[in-house]
């Protein structure tokens, strides 16, 4: 597509119960990341994905999030259990393969009650 | 780790003003230094970026700078207006070359224009 979605745009879920977001990138675009920003915070690196190799899940920020990425395109980001301090806007971004800025998607807003 | 800090956190100047945001990273294998501007309930937008093989780069009223000796970098906005107004942040990666390209972004600096 012509620019990174992410979908659904807002999510209210009850606490304990798993999410999944998605991330649709920009057609052939190799690289694929996850951040997350808290209210008025900076952008928290979550997961990486580049071409066929194993992804840098090192900031995670725990064993209730996990992320895969199909065909190298479509990637989902799924939360379990979910918690209050989840709640977030979750951000996607992708990247051709050489060096180059991210483009960023409208993110998730995600509200866990 | 990898780090980037930012500063100052809030900004405010008067229209016409110059703003200038500064960066520091730990990384000394960093060599590629984006900048975005987030409006407020937008995504993040690329503004300007930089490359380790240069010192400096304009496009119209943004400059960046580079000092690769000390680590830091800078975004200078000349002229400002209203609608520069917005949380700008800076980041860092090892991405020059392509290949790995994470992006380590600084906290933000929230930038307030009056007229």
């Known amino acids: 597509g012509a620019g990174v979605s992410q979908s659904p745009s807002n999510k209210v879920t009850e606490k304990g119960k798993d999410v999944e977001l998605r991330c649709d990138p920009i057609?052939?675009?190799?690289?694929l990341y996850w951040y997350r920003q808290s209210l008025g915070q900076g952008l928290e690196f979550l997961i990486y994905?580049?071409?066929?190799?194993?992804?840098?899940k090192s900031g995670l920020p725990s064993d209730r999030f996990s992320a895969e990425r199909t065909g190298g395109s479509v990637s989902t980001l799924t939360i379990q259990r979910t918690q209050q301090e989840d709640s977030a806007v979750y951000l996607c971004?992708?990247?051709?393969?050489?060096?180059?800025?991210?483009?960023f998607g409208s993110g998730t807003r995600l509200t866990v009650v | 780790g990898e780090n980037v800090e930012q500063h100052p956190s809030t900004l405010s100047v008067q229209e016409g003003d110059s703003a200038v945001i500064k960066c520091t990273y730990s990384?000394?294998?960093?060599?590629?230094f984006p900048w975005y501007k987030q409006e407020l309930g937008k995504r993040p937008q690329l503004i300007i970026d930089?490359?380790?093989?240069?010192g400096e780069k304009k496009d119209q009223r943004i400059a960046v700078t580079l000092n690769k000796t000390a680590k830091h970098f800078s975004l200078h906005i000349t002229e400002t207006q209203p609608e520069d107004s917005a949380v700008y942040f800076c980041?860092?990666?090892?991405?020059?070359?392509?290949?790995?390209?994470?992006?380590?972004f600084g906290a933000g600096t929230r930038l307030a224009v009056h007229p």
């Open positions: 057609s052939g675009h190799t690289a």
């Open positions: 971004a992708s990247s051709s393969g050489t060096a180059g800025g991210y483009t």
């Open positions: 994905f580049q071409g066929n190799s194993a992804p840098d």
């Open positions: 930089i490359r380790s093989n240069v």
């Open positions: 980041a860092a990666s090892r991405g020059f070359s392509g290949g790995y390209n994470k992006l380590i």
């Open positions: 990384d000394s294998a960093s060599n590629y």
